[in-house]
Antibody
Framework: QLQLQESGPGLVKPSETLSLTCTVSGGSISSSSYYWGWIRQPPGKGLEWIGSIYYSGSTYYNPSLKSRVTISVDTSKNQFSLKLSSVTAADTAVYYC???????????WGQGTLVTVSS | QSVLTQPPSASGTPGQRVTISCSGSSSNIGSNYVYWYQQLPGTAPKLLIYRNNQRPSGVPDRFSGSKSGTSASLAISGLRSEDEADYYCAAWDDSLKVFGGGTKLTVL
């Protein structure tokens, strides 16, 4: 059974960079069928797609976040990562990693991790 | 701002059938598959319906999905108290505004 697990700091200071890693188990991140994405959900609000990456390193990002987002992949560790720079309180959210096929929403999700931006 | 429009709330009594709508456009629902998720408080979204009307293993057949043109709907029959949750539709859109705003379902 495929499992995704987010990890990283739960508290980030304003203006700093948020960094999270998603570890994939029960399947290979190098599968040619899937992309790997990051999605977030501010407290009490809806879901927002941040961006996705293919095992080859090809990425696409939400235009509203593109200037601050970097997603990378480490196939040797079966992991992919998110970096979001210059964070503000508006970036406080539960961050999910997920698997999806090209041009389709996710079928597998991680459990999510709450990241709070505060000094 | 979501490009997929859902009613913010819906309700029903136990045993009843309820439907949740999701309205989009030719750039999302009209040309791509629709997915539906159930989110219980404090948990990750759970896949209920994929590719318009397919149920993953383990999802009761009380849940069904349909799509017509640029709209889709989720139907829940035989409503149960444990169905009280937030429900999200999703469909690919090149803007990456993939998810609807969510519908809070209350079981009265």
């Amino acid at each position: 059974q495929l499992q995704l697990q987010e990890s990283g700091p739960g508290l980030v200071k304003p203006s700093e960079t948020l960094s999270l890693t998603c570890t994939v188990s029960g399947g290979s991140i190098s599968s040619s069928s899937y992309y790997w994405g990051w999605i977030r959900q501010p407290p009490g609000k809806g879901l927002e797609w941040i961006g996705s990456i293919y095992y080859s390193g090809s990425t696409y990002y939400n235009p509203s976040l593109k200037s601050r987002v970097t997603i990378s992949v480490d196939t040797s560790k079966n992991q992919f990562s998110l970096k979001l720079s210059s964070v503000t309180a508006a970036d406080t959210a539960v961050y999910y990693c997920a698997r999806h096929e090209k041009w389709e929403p996710p079928d597998y999700w991680g459990q999510g991790t709450l990241v709070t931006v505060s000094s | 701002q979501s490009v997929l429009t859902q009613p913010p709330s819906a309700s029903g009594t136990p045993g009843q059938r309820v439907t949740i709508s999701c309205s989009g456009s030719s750039s999302n629902i009209g040309s791509n598959y629709v997915y539906w998720y159930q989110q219980l408080p404090g948990t990750a979204p759970k896949l209920l319906i994929y590719r318009n009307n397919q149920r993953p293993s383990g999802v009761p057949d009380r849940f069904s999905g349909s799509k017509s043109g640029t709209s889709a709907s989720l139907a829940i029959s035989g409503l149960r108290s444990e169905d009280e949750a937030d429900y999200y539709c999703a469909a690919w859109d090149d803007s990456l505004k993939v998810f609807g705003g969510g519908t809070k379902l209350t079981v009265l």
